[in-house]
């Protein structure tokens, strides 16, 4: 099929990417205290790690190809659950303390900012690829 | 030969421009998209085109012209930014996005010029 729009493939994938990544922050944050989950254990914070694709179309095409982005994993991040002191709590252990998942609610603020930015630069991309799209078919046209 | 009337230096090259501008284009979208994947080389126009355009351009070749051909290569000059093995820089990028848009803006124009004077050289009547 003909791609009217330049590198749509791109950043359409970016753009799924992006989101992608805004969900699983958005779970973060969400989770920021919940000290049981499904597993009975604290929430573990995840994390997204982004892997490009290799286009097929343009595979056999000598040099560099565009190249779309796809979240590779989504996979927990390892960091030991923080213990507080709270004996009244009803998760805490037999001392008395609980482990809350170790979430830094500015990291996982700046992740979203970059994250929002990223998606931002993306679709600024789409506008520009529509422009040019709109122009190449006005050639010939008197403006 | 209807075909000279296509014929012309500035013509040829000026849609073998446009091909470059809209794969320039495609490019950026994908440094962009791959904004923050870990190990991601930057990729942008192979300069050997702009080299061959000018010297065809220069000797007036338009067979020459016409069957250049641009192609991608991943950018040797980029220099890494962060410690991941990514090459993109978020501001320059957005810059040659915008640089990109008005030099294909200008080619599309002049190809609709060389196109509407044809036309106005043939008809008489100026559209």
């Given at each position: 099929?003909?791609?009217?729009?330049?590198?749509?493939?791109?950043?359409?994938?970016?753009?799924?990417?992006?989101?992608?990544?805004?969900?699983?922050?958005?779970q973060?944050?969400?989770?920021?205290?919940?000290?049981?989950g499904?597993?009975?254990?604290?929430?573990q914070?995840?994390?997204?790690?982004f892997?490009?694709?290799?286009?097929?179309?343009?595979?056999?095409?000598?040099?560099a190809t565009?190249?779309?982005v796809?979240?590779a994993?989504?996979?927990?991040d390892?960091?030991?659950p923080?213990?507080?002191y709270?004996?009244?709590?009803?998760?805490?252990?037999?001392?008395?303390?609980?482990?809350?998942p170790?979430?830094?609610l500015?990291?996982e603020?700046?992740?979203?900012?970059?994250?929002?930015?990223?998606?931002?630069?993306?679709?600024?991309?789409?506008?520009?690829?529509?422009?040019?799209?709109?122009?190449?078919?006005?050639?010939?046209k008197?403006? | 030969?209807?075909?000279?009337?296509?014929?012309?230096?500035?013509?040829?090259?000026?849609?073998?421009?446009?091909?470059?501008t809209?794969?320039?284009?495609?490019?950026?979208?994908?440094?962009?998209?791959?904004?923050?994947?870990?190990?991601?080389?930057?990729?942008?126009?192979?300069?050997?085109?702009?080299?061959?355009?000018?010297?065809?351009?220069?000797?007036?070749?338009?067979?020459?012209?016409?069957?250049?051909?641009?192609?991608?290569?991943?950018d040797p000059a980029?220099?890494?930014?962060t410690?991941?093995?990514?090459?993109?820089?978020?501001?320059s990028?957005?810059?040659?996005?915008?640089?990109?848009l008005?030099?294909?803006?200008?080619?599309?124009?002049?190809?609709?010029?060389?196109?509407?004077?044809?036309?106005?050289?043939i008809?008489g009547?100026?559209f």
């Amino acid at each position: 099929m003909v791609e009217l729009l330049p590198g749509v493939q791109s950043t359409a994938s970016a753009l799924t990417a992006e989101r992608i990544r805004m969900d699983v922050i958005a779970q973060n944050i969400a989770n920021i205290n919940t000290t049981r989950g499904l597993d009975g254990k604290p929430y573990q914070r995840q994390r997204v790690v982004f892997q490009t694709i290799l286009n097929q179309r343009l595979a056999a095409d000598p040099g560099a190809t565009p190249q779309p982005v796809r979240v590779a994993r989504i996979e927990p991040d390892p960091r030991p659950p923080k213990l507080v002191y709270d004996p009244g709590h009803p998760d805490a252990n037999a001392e008395g303390f609980v482990a809350f998942p170790d979430i830094n609610l500015h990291q996982e603020m700046v992740d979203l900012i970059a994250a929002s930015r990223a998606f931002e630069a993306n679709l600024a991309v789409l506008k520009n690829a529509r422009s040019m799209a709109l122009q190449t078919l006005s050639i010939g046209k008197r403006t | 030969m209807i075909s000279a009337l296509f014929n012309q230096t500035t013509y040829v090259a000026a849609k073998k421009m446009l091909d470059a501008t809209v794969l320039r284009h495609q490019a950026i979208a994908s440094n962009l998209a791959n904004l923050e994947t870990p190990g991601y080389r930057r990729i942008d126009l192979a300069p050997s085109f702009q080299a061959h355009l000018q010297q065809a351009l220069a000797a007036g070749d338009t067979h020459r012209l016409a069957r250049l051909q641009p192609r991608l290569q991943v950018d040797p000059a980029a220099t890494l930014g962060t410690r991941d093995g990514n090459t993109v820089s978020l501001e320059s990028e957005l810059t040659q996005l915008q640089e990109n848009l008005i030099a294909h803006a200008l080619e599309t124009q002049l190809i609709s010029s060389t196109l509407l004077r044809l036309r106005l050289a043939i008809t008489g009547r100026p559209f």
